[in-house]
Structures are given as C-alpha cells and as structure tokens.
C-alpha cells in the first residue's frame, strides 16, 4: 500500500488536521455504489414531470463536461504546464471561485457586465471569480504579502455571448503563473516569456509566435495621434480586435461607434499595423514623434532591454514586437504578451483519434483478474486484493459467474496488458496463469512469485 | 525540455484541438508579470473608496484561500487518492460548476435550502453544484451511459450556517469513486470500502473505523416501530444526527419537533444504539420482528454478503455495522457508509508546523543561480536557461546587483539544496562554482559537465 514518505507521522496529522473538517469524521464520505448512483441517474431521466414536461438534461449554455478521454488530455496537459511552473520556482496557491462583488467591479473595463453574480440569498453578494489575477491581488493586499511568485491551475467563468460557435467557453481552465514585488526591469517578464515557450513547446503544437507590446507605447502612440485621454481605453479596446477583424474594420468601429476623427484613426493605423523584431524597437525609437512621449520612450526602453534577455535565455527568435497587441483588461499598465500559433492544426475539431490507429486509454489498469470457472467470485477476490495491497493496478467483473471470453475482450477493448487466470486447476495447482494479452502467451506461475512476476513484466514494458 | 512522449505528434494536435478554444490563439495568455498584478494589488489595497469608505479585504463567509503551505499538503493528499481510484480502474471525468438549477432540486430533501443559486442574468436558472453525485446521475443520463466506473475531484458549495465554527466550509472539496451500472450485489460495495481503507491508511491519520448501515434496514425499523411512512424521511434525518448528539436529544428532537409518539422513539432508540460487526447481523436476523419486514431482510441480506467479501479483502475488522447511521441526502436508498476517525490527532488545528522541526517546502527548486559580483546578470541568464532546458528547477534572484549572502539566505529559508556560483574568477578559469547549502561545500565544475554533475547528485539525494 502506498504511503506517504516525506513527513513523519505527527507532522502529517497536523497538516492534514488544517485541511479537514475538524470533529471526527474524514472529508471522504462520498464513495458511493452502484445501485444508488443507478437510481438517481435513472431517477433524473424517467421521473414523469407533470408541470415541467419539456425538461431537458442538459449542460448549463456555454459549459460542457469533460470526458475520460479529454480528462486524460487535459491531466497531461496540466501536468506539463505545472511541471513548468514548478521548474520555476512558483508556489502554489488556491482561491475559492467567487469572490465579494465588490471585489470584482471596476477591475475589467468593458468586460464587467459578463461576470456571473450569484443570487441574493441573504448575506453577502458575491460573484463567480473572472481571472485568477484579480483574486490573487486581493488574496496579497488581504495577508499583505508584498512579494511571491506563484501558480494557480483552475476554472473562471464569464457570460460570453457568442459562446461555442467562436470557441469560448462560458467555463474554462486559466493556468496563471505570476511574478508580483518590485524587481529591477524585465527580468521577471522575460522569464515569463521563457516559461511561455517552455510550455508551447513542450506540448508540441507546432511552430509558434508570442506577440509583445507595452500599453505605455500604445498610451503614447493614442496620444501622438490625437486621441483624447478619455477615449484610451475604448480605442485600446478596438486595436485590440486586429487579430480577429482588418484594419479597416477596426477604424470603421473607432470612427463611426466610438466617434474619433478620421485622420487621427488613419494615423493609429500607421502604428498599429506595424511588427517586427528587436530592430523595430529601435525604429520606434527613431520615430521623430514617438520618441518625444515619455511614456512610450519608457516602454520602448523596457522592451529593448526585454529583448537583451530573451536574447540571453535563447528565445529572441520566438518573439514579435507587435503594435496591435492590446490585451482586453484594464489592469494591464506595462509589458503585455499572447502567444498564437502560426498554423491551425488541420481539422482539429473534428477528426476522430483513431484516424490515426491510436487508442486512448481512459483507464491505468495494469492487471485484470479472470476466472474461466463459475463459483470462482470468492478467489477472485483475495486475489485482487493481494494486488491492490501490492500497489497494482487491477480490475476483476462485477459479476458471480462472468464468462471468460467477456472478461478477455474487456482487457483487449480498454487495452490492459496483463491478465491474471484462476480456475480448479490453478487452485489445485497452487499456481496462478498469467497471460499476456497482446501476444495471448499463458504461463503458470506460483502464487508467491506472482506480485514479483506480474511487477517485473510491468518495469519492462 | 520536458516532451509528452505518449503519442505522436499530430494525434496530441487533434487533441488538444478538442480541449483548446478553436481560433488561433492559444489558451495560454495570462502569465502575468511582477509590477502590474503589484499595481493591482496595490489598487485593491489602496483606492480611497468615497462611497465605500468601509470595505473589508477579505474571502467570502465560509471559504477560504489554500495557502502555499495548505497547497502541497492539498497536492499530497489528493495524489494519493487519485491513484487509488487510478488502482482501481476508475476514468475521470469532469463536469461544469453550476448546473440548470431544475436538476438541483428535488434531490437533497432537507438540504435543498443550502444551495447555492446564480443571479437571473437573462438566460437560464443556473444553480452551484451541491455535490458530484447529482451532476454524474445527469452525465450518465444525458449521454445514455449505463455502466461507468469514474472519480471526480472538485470542489462543492453549501449554504452552511454554522459554517467554519464547526469546521465546515462553505466551499469545499470532494472526492468522489462511482460505480454506476446494474451488477451481481455487493461486489461494487466491498470495492468501494476496499478503497476507502487503502485511502485511510495510506493517509497515515491514525486508527479509523467505517461504519455501514443500510436505508433499507432502516426504514425496516420505522416501520415496525409504528413511524407513519410519511415521516421516515424526517425521522432519518433525526438519526443521522446521533453522531453529534446524545440519544436523549435526538428523542426529543422526534417528539417535540417531529411529532413522534414517545413510545415509537423509545422503540427506534433500542434498535438505532446499536453496532457491532457480521455478529449483530446475524443478531438481526433472528429479531423477531424486524426479521418480518420484507425491505428489512433484503438489507440485511447484502450486509451479510458485504461482510462475506470484506472479509475476503482482508478489511472487516475496520468495518462496524452501526444502525444509527442514516446519511444525510434523499438520494441514498441502499447500503450507506461513513469513516470515522478514532481518536483526532492532538491539537490538530493549533499545533505549529515547526514543533517537529520540519519545515515544509512550498517549491522544489532544486537550484538556484547566484553571484558575488555586480553586473552579471546576463551570465546568470545565460546559465539559468541551460539548468532549465535540462529540465533543472532552478531560480535566481531578479536583481541586477543582489548581494551573496542574500542569495544564500533565501536558499536556506527555501530548502534549496545546491547554489551554482558564478562570478569573475570562475569566468576566467571556464567554471562553475557548485555549492551544497547543507554542508556549504564548494566545487569547482567545467561548464560542460556542470548539468551532468547536478542531476548526479539530485538522483543521490
């Protein structure tokens, strides 16, 4: 049985008692059975209702449940990216997923109108978390914590109109990694840069681009243009929308929707349509206009020492200086980045996996515990338990008297490599055949030597 | 760098397609940089607020923030529940937040009050998923699953009223193994005790007991005692409290609020004190009333097949059969189990972590990048990247000019084992100075054999 080898027995405890519920009983209640969960499914899918006749089981709009088969996706996913996090140094930290609403408004500019508020049952309002950002601001003015480098992997949710049809979620996973104090410039954004194409491309997407810009130079290019300080932010919040719709698009919205002049919109798209690498940089810095707004000579100082570091770490060549980035969220002040892929993996939506013969497993399970023989439950049963007791992972059917050919075809449908065979013969025997189902070889192998025989076949494959 | 090595390339693509928002850019936005979270924080901790003069930092009532130090111990515990549902062959699966509030109600009698509900924002009536158990039921029937052996570790929210007092939140965290399908009795029941056991001892938390009982068996009781059937579920919700309080208390809750005759409580009070193991089974057989109740003798029946195969997993002596437990939830119908701590770690909730002298680390930076001299920064990028690249955790300080013994300091507070140290002389010679923080040793390596010699010695350690 595994065990837990870092921390001594008392010290354990006491851990474990600031996590739990405190008097008495454990957190682990909910380990239900067969019958009950059954009911209760068939409970919510054949129940008559009278008045509510046209109910239908569904997800909520916008949310969707996540399969075996994407939770294996996603657990390998979230394991790299925290394996990331951690070879950086972050700490973990959890927040719970609504906050007071006070806490949320005014924090995301035009965005706040798709928080989620939770109803008015007395006591508090509250609000579903949006990010994991502003929770983490408040969870350090809260302790007072003036320094940390953390991750949090979880769900935020947002009421998006549009939804599924463009790919957005109404809830979705964030993985945040954040460096918060005071350090000298760039050093901690570059490593987020590092870590940024650390996990693209880790998880092997394909060729990719991170953009960079710095809200100081947009504020400067805004205000060299002729924007008025007052329309920033709405302006900002249009530039922001290159990557989805053309320039001309953009301008028509900034003209016509949001009332600026068409030569101070004309000249926005001067800027804003530019990208390039370091050299860009330093053409801005020539640029007779720019170079005379000390907000955006401070940006574009930040961002040419960025670039030094991003030199240094090996990944200049992964990174666009790009005016058109914007971001959406008010409390961006500074450096701002996203990554894009630079091509879209061909049909990604909707080719099924086995296109390319590849089963995914849905299941760990080493062992699978068969019995040719009816009556042979009880057997079954100390058998697996020696395993389970072993660390193995195993299997057996629910079944009194289950037939060998369903139990075999299982192993090959959920591709367990092992099963373990026990019949009169076997116990006559002493013995216990172990069968590969790949090859479908059989050998018998006494009942001692099995845990070893059945862990020495595992480590060699 | 890491790679996920388990499928090719373009299979990985076409899964992750199914996770990712479809168009182009990649989830991944949101690393954040130091000074603008700090400005955020600094906002939410500063702004003169004129109308709000006396808003409170804080989380909402019964939730709370997991602490870096609450999260590795979080981490550890459920690693090691997770492979034990891994052990025993069950998927994962994952399902939204919130769910139409319709498919809340009706299901946790009592409690349906506690739940949690979402503002009507247009749209449809979305509710907070009370537990895991309700949105699986929906899962099986929405997809028209019939048999599934899943986990599902989330969190839960409950409109508790006494909330942290008595140590329950209002955000929580459960864990859930399922066996959803129609089998032979029993065998998925021993599984599921089978798997609270290993959990609890692997957990190290001391002696633990799970007691068992049947809603059957139950309603048996009140049946023969002379409940009216319309009270059952009001009188079981009464001796579910019997582990809180003393009998005499539960009595009058049942007479003076539940309008029960004093006599039938006198009678339910003889049956519902009672526990012992497959003994005081037996004995219920042989009573002679309750042997007369049909659902009773079912109930009865499948404790004593239960025991049958707890005993052949080797774990009945850690089962009681305790007629006063009831469970909570309308959705219980058959056998019901619960642990029970036997004695609560000393001090559990007081007691300093550094009373045993072990100090928990919150990272696992395996090394950290130093320097004696200023202006070094760029070799220490230069150095960190490789450490990085070779899959090292590593860290350094975000300062052009951090002084040593700081960066020495900080590796003693976090545990960090081994210090790469880089300055002018070991740039002359071609080397790096390797330093273990425990025994302050000091190495002189050749830049080339710099990562081989780190990994030998964290494999060592």
Redesign the interface.
């Known amino acids: 049985?595994?065990?837990?080898g870092?921390?001594?027995?008392?010290?354990?405890?006491?851990?474990?008692?600031?996590?739990?519920?405190?008097?008495?009983?454990?957190?682990?209640?909910?380990?239900?059975?067969?019958?009950?969960?059954?009911?209760?499914?068939?409970?919510?899918?054949m129940k008559p209702r009278q008045e509510?006749s046209n109910?239908i089981?569904?997800?909520?709009?916008g949310?969707?449940?996540?399969?075996?088969q994407?939770?294996?996706?996603?657990?390998?996913?979230l394991d790299?990216?925290v394996?990331?996090f951690?070879?950086?140094?972050?700490?973990?930290?959890?927040?719970?997923?609504?906050?007071?609403k006070?806490?949320l408004t005014e924090?995301y500019g035009e965005d706040s109108g798709l928080i989620?508020?939770?109803?008015?049952?007395g006591?508090?309002l509250?609000s579903?978390r949006y990010?994991?950002?502003?929770p983490?601001?408040?969870?350090?003015?809260?302790n007072k914590v003036k320094k940390m480098k953390?991750y949090h992997v979880g769900?935020v949710?947002r009421?998006e109109s549009p939804t599924i049809v463009?790919?957005?979620?109404r809830?979705?996973?964030?993985?945040?990694?954040?460096?918060?104090?005071?350090?000298?410039?760039m050093?901690?954004?570059?490593?987020?840069?590092?870590?940024?194409c650390?996990?693209?491309?880790?998880?092997?997407?394909?060729d990719?681009l991170i953009k960079v810009n710095d809200r100081r130079i947009l504020d400067g290019i805004f205000a060299i243009c002729g924007v008025p300080e007052s329309k920033f932010h709405a302006i900002c919040s249009s530039v922001d929308k290159l990557?989805?719709m053309s320039w001309k698009d953009v301008r028509h919205e900034m003209v016509a929707k949001k009332g600026l002049a068409a030569e101070v919109a004309d000249r926005i798209g001067d800027y804003v349509q530019c990208h390039g690498g370091v050299s860009l940089v330093k053409q801005m810095f020539q640029d007779p206009r720019l170079s005379q707004n000390k907000q955006a000579l401070e940006g574009l100082g930040d961002l040419k020492l960025l670039f030094e570091?991003l030199t240094?770490?090996?990944i200049a060549e992964k990174i666009s200086f790009d005016l058109s980035l914007a971001?959406g969220l008010d409390?961006?002040?500074?450096?701002i980045?996203?990554?894009?892929?630079l091509q879209?993996?061909a049909?990604?939506?909707e080719?099924p996996?086995n296109?390319?013969g590849?089963k995914?497993r849905?299941?760990?399970?080493q062992v699978f515990v068969a019995t040719p023989q009816n009556n042979f439950?009880?057997e079954r049963?100390?058998l697996i338990?020696e395993l389970?007791?072993a660390?193995?992972?195993?299997?057996l059917m629910?079944?009194?008297n289950p037939k060998l050919l369903t139990q075999l075809h299982y192993c090959e449908n959920m591709g367990i490599p092992l099963v373990v065979i026990i019949g009169e013969q076997e116990l006559k025997e002493g013995v216990i055949k172990l069968r590969s189902v790949a090859s479908r070889e059989e050998v018998a192998i006494t009942r001692e030597n099995l845990v070893a025989e059945i862990q020495k076949r595992l480590s060699e494959s």
């Open positions: 049985m595994p065990q837990l870092l921390l001594h027995g008392r010290a354990w405890a006491v851990l474990f008692g600031q996590l739990r519920r405190p008097p008495g009983a454990v957190c682990i209640r909910a380990v239900h059975s067969h019958s009950q969960v059954a009911e209760a499914a068939l409970a919510t899918q509510k109910f089981i569904k997800t909520p709009k949310t969707r449940d996540l399969s075996p994407q939770m294996v996706v996603r657990e390998k996913i790299m990216v394996s990331c951690k070879r950086h140094g972050a700490k973990g930290l959890d927040t719970p997923a609504f906050e007071l006070e806490m924090k989620y508020d939770l109803k008015d049952q006591g508090e509250l579903l990010d994991l950002t502003v983490f601001a408040r969870y350090l003015a809260m953390r769900k949710w009421r463009q790919g957005r979620y809830e979705f996973c964030q993985c945040d990694f954040d460096i918060a104090g005071q350090f000298d410039p050093i901690p954004d570059a490593e987020c840069l590092k870590i940024m650390e996990i693209l491309s880790g998880l092997q997407l394909g990719f990557d989805k570091y240094l770490f090996g971001r409390y961006y002040t500074g450096v980045y996203e990554a894009v892929l879209t993996p049909h990604a939506e080719e996996l296109t390319f590849e995914i849905t299941t760990e399970t439950l009880q049963l100390k338990a389970w007791d660390g193995i992972k195993a299997e629910y079944k009194n």
